[in-house]
């Protein structure tokens, strides 16, 4: 985005753009571009507005470094721009976050269609050294339909956004009230809390003194199912899948069993591996790839369940109709799960020697 490109519309006409924009992603800075939502709210324009937050952007930093990180955002924020083309004005709010508005767009058919295409588009490959696929989440509202004040459109498309994070991300949100006027956005602060109070109830519910073996872990698959959302949720075993339960919306609604020896050979020595897409496990074991395949399932998670020097199996869990970007919390609790069904099985095993 430069100078002579927003110069065409009416607002920036009268602007002083020498200090309009970001320094680094080249793309206006926060206070120019809420000066502009204003002045077309102030002119009855109708338009589409945006949020757009990279997704797992800190594990980017933390894993390759800050200038990595700023040559992502750099490059996030110039194919934004391409792609959307001259009809849109981009801006950066802050940190992995960005914005935009497309004048004259608010029918909800083209601010779908153009959200999908940038969708599709933003998947390219990168030319620098991360190995996860560049994806991001985004909430939308449109002018006047969601609103003629500034703070009121705002709102609503943060809680499109935080709607699209809790999908699991890699998405977008067009705001409609029927869905998503309830959301409370102020409750991502309690995320990680909510967190470990899964895992608490994970250790709980499977080391219940009252119920059976059996019992605890059916009850701890199908607490965490109504915790992530996932599709399935299953425990393999070494000839056969256990305790498997499957959302009551989810696209597949039969899973098959996926031999020990194909999870082995992607999970490696440290027994865990998540996925985004299925495509990345292709190269670590193709027997795997082609029963995800076989299954539909775009992206999973598997955790070994390990006491000591028993092996029993693994927990899956399971995504088929989107390509789940899966958060450092989601794959704990996960873990959690698999670590605590391991110390059940081992310890009544144990215990079953005592009595015998």
Not at 182 to 193: H, T
Not at 231 to 236: D, F, G, L, R, S
Not at 283 to 304: C, D, K, M, T
Not at 325 to 331: R, S, T
Request: charged fraction near 25%; proline fraction near 2%; aromatic fraction near 12%.
């Amino acid at each position: 985005m430069n100078i002579e490109t927003i110069a065409k519309h009416e607002f920036f006409k009268t602007q002083n753009l020498d200090y309009a924009f970001d320094s680094l992603t080249h793309v206006l800075n926060r206070s120019v571009f809420f000066s502009y939502v204003e002045y077309l709210i102030k002119q009855g324009t109708k338009f589409s507005f945006c949020l757009v937050d990279i997704d797992n952007f800190k594990s980017i930093n933390d894993s390759y470094g800050h200038l990595t990180g700023d040559r992502v955002l750099e490059h996030f924020a110039k194919s934004l721009c391409e792609i959307l083309g001259e009809s849109a004005i981009v801006g950066r709010f802050g940190g992995d976050e960005f914005m935009y508005v497309i004048e004259n767009v608010e029918e909800y058919d083209e601010v779908w269609k153009n959200s999908h295409v940038l969708n599709v588009q933003m998947r390219k490959d990168v030319d620098f050294p991360i190995k996860e696929p560049l994806t991001f989440t985004a909430g939308l509202t449109r002018h006047p339909i969601d609103g003629v004040k500034f703070e009121e459109l705002f709102d609503k498309t943060d809680k499109a956004l935080y709607r699209g994070k809790l999908k699991g991300r890699n998405c977008f949100i067009i705001y409609l009230p029927e869905k998503h006027a309830k959301i409370d956005v102020n409750k991502s602060r309690l995320v990680d809390k909510a967190y470990v109070e899964i895992n608490e109830q994970i250790f709980s519910t499977v080391f219940n003194s009252k119920n059976d073996s059996r019992t605890c872990i059916d009850n701890a698959i199908k607490y965490l199912m109504s915790c992530l959302n996932v599709e399935h949720i299953c425990v393999e075993g070494k000839t056969s899948m256990f305790f498997s339960t499957v959302h009551k919306l989810s696209v597949v609604k039969e899973f098959s069993h996926i031999p020990i020896a194909h999870l082995n050979q992607a999970a490696g020595s440290h027994g865990l591996l998540y996925a985004s897409q299925r495509n990345v496990v292709k190269p670590l074991s193709e027997s795997l790839f082609y029963n995800l395949v076989e299954q539909n399932i775009n992206s999973f998670v598997i955790a070994r369940i390990q006491a000591f020097d028993k092996t029993y199996g693994y927990v899956r869990c399971d995504m088929c109709n989107i390509n789940r970007i899966w958060q450092l919390q989601e794959i704990d609790v996960i873990s959690t799960l698999a670590r605590c069904i391991a110390l059940r099985l081992y310890y009544d095993e144990k215990q079953n020697e005592v009595v015998k």
